[in-house]
């Protein structure tokens, strides 16, 4: 017996019971909603976080006191807090001493500052940062227009910024702010140059800023109680590695780590911080499976149920058949295939509802759209098991059925 | 040398209900050949039903040995007694049997469908099988949209559809009326003389009369097994044609 007319029968029998195949449906609607939903949330999650982080520039790392995402309980945090802060002055060795990077960028970095002119005022939610030239590179950044900060400007700790787009909106709109001047707790800078607008990214804002020269910036804030922000390139893809141990080699040595001591910075990469966010989401992942798996289980359980109600009520139909010549195969085909596709369409329901669920929070948290094509592919899969492994046994009894027996049914 | 088409040895069909034994058949001997046209009568209870079941291989004796056309019927397995019943038997039961979700056309496809035809053939076939039957202008009606004659000749056409050897009709005409009853003994007797072996329950002298051979059979046992004039008739003609 061909399967398309295997397939017709089965759609047939579910137009005829549309409620009840609506109900048993729900189940499997629910199971696969639930994973499909919280995975494309993850995904888009994710790539945002990527996204994100790409602004790191390519083969790019950074050393920090602090690790970049902490999960740990308040004793791990102390270890952390107990560390002797990076100083810029150990960055400055680090740059002398080190011999595998390409470029290498000293940042210092103040926060929760409102910036003024003398017209205007912005939260106090911009940041400050004390950096050097080789920022650019490090943070694939690119000025819009103006310049950047140069040597010459650290030689003279000269008082110019370099601001985000924020800022401009906020202190310049419809002014060219070149050569303006700008106030940062009290201080007056220069603004000597705007950076392209980055936009948002989690619901924050990635323009709200100003650069100073990393010396000026020290000058102003004082040496002490902060901490510096190393990023650096690596002369290229292959020497990633040796460059990372380079790099950890010498900062122990400025640092005075005793050998056998752990490392009293972290350094970590976009390639580390992806690992550690999927580490992360895996917790959310499980919990997605499992209640997955808990929702299936019992839509699979509904399913055999209605199979077999199925099975009893249309015992006459399967006496027909046999009677002319259905075999015990053909019998117990169709009936699996009827519970398939009534898990796939289940399945297909929950995958569409799931996507949409899962990009629409997605875009709330202005993560892009993606569609987890991998969960969609395991989701059919799964639906057509829970049909074959629900279904076997209500359609292994409509095919075992004797045929006078079943055309005797009442 | 036999050449019986259905060659039925002892045959014996026991129900066991609990602490109950009932012989629904005991001991049935039976020889059928190719054209012949039987009619099985017999009080009700009797096992006329239970016999034309087992001849069309819906169920099984539980003592006994039938052969079909040669071939030992007892020793197969049930997918090649569901090949002899889609191939090789026609059945018409008193009740139809049509199933109530599919029209005329579906209905008789149907054996054509377990039997792997492709679409185009299987349509072509059972409109041709319809149109035998006078239901030309019925193939889209559902055995609700139908009246008793017409689902009996829906029945018969797709008892016909795959061309069986064999047509086993089990009180056909039980639900009809006396003169949709004769439209449908004629169709049968038409399918007779193009050379289906037939085999009829009834209780009806009637219906009977139009048999060639009448087997009366009681408490489970053949009483008598009579030619009429006219199967001799028939038989005779036969003998001069061989
Ligand atoms: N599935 C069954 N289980 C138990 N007993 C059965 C079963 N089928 C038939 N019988 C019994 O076997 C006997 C013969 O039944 P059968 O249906 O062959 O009678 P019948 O001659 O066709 O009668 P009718 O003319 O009323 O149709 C009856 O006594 C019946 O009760
Ligand atoms: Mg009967």
Redesign the interface.
Known sequence: ??VT?LIRIAF?TLR?NKIRAMLTLSGIVIGVFSIIAIMTLLNALQAGIEGGLNSLGSNTFQVQKFPAMQFGDAHSRNKFRNREDITYDQGKRLKEKATLYKYMSIEDYVYQKAFKTNKAKTNPNFYVGGVEPEYLECNNKTIQYGRFITQNDLIRNSKVAVIGMDAVEKLFPNVDPIGKDIIIDNNQYKVIGVFQKEGEGFGQSNDNFALLPITTMQQVYGKNNRSMNIAIQAPGKEEFNESVENIVTVLRSIRGDKPGEADSFEIFSNESLIGQVNSFTKYFKYGAGFISFIALLAAGIGIMNIMLVSVTERT??I????????????VLIQFLIEAVILCELGGIIGIVLGIVTGNLLGMYLNSPVVIPYDWVVIGLVVCSAVGIAFGVYPAYKAAKL???DA?RYE | MENNLIDLKGIEKVYIMGTEVLYALKGVDLKINKNEYIAIMGPSGSGKSTLM?II?C??TPTGGEYFLNGKNVSEMD??EL??I???EIG?V?QTF???A?SNALHNVE??L????LPKTERIEKAEEALYNVGLEDRMTHKPNELSGGQRQRVAIA?ALV?DPSIILADEPTGNLDTKTGQEIMQLLEELNQKGNTIIIVTHEEEIAMHAHRVVKIRDGKIESDVKSNKGRAMSERKEIII
């Open positions: 017996m061909p007319e047939n005829n006459k139909e006496g027909i058949r046999k009677a002319i010549g259905a075999k015990s195969g053909s004797n045929p006078i055309l | 079941n069309g819906l169920d049930d997918d569901a090949e019943r889609n191939l059945f039961f049997n049509l199933l979700r149907l054996p469908i377990y039997k792997g797709r795959n």
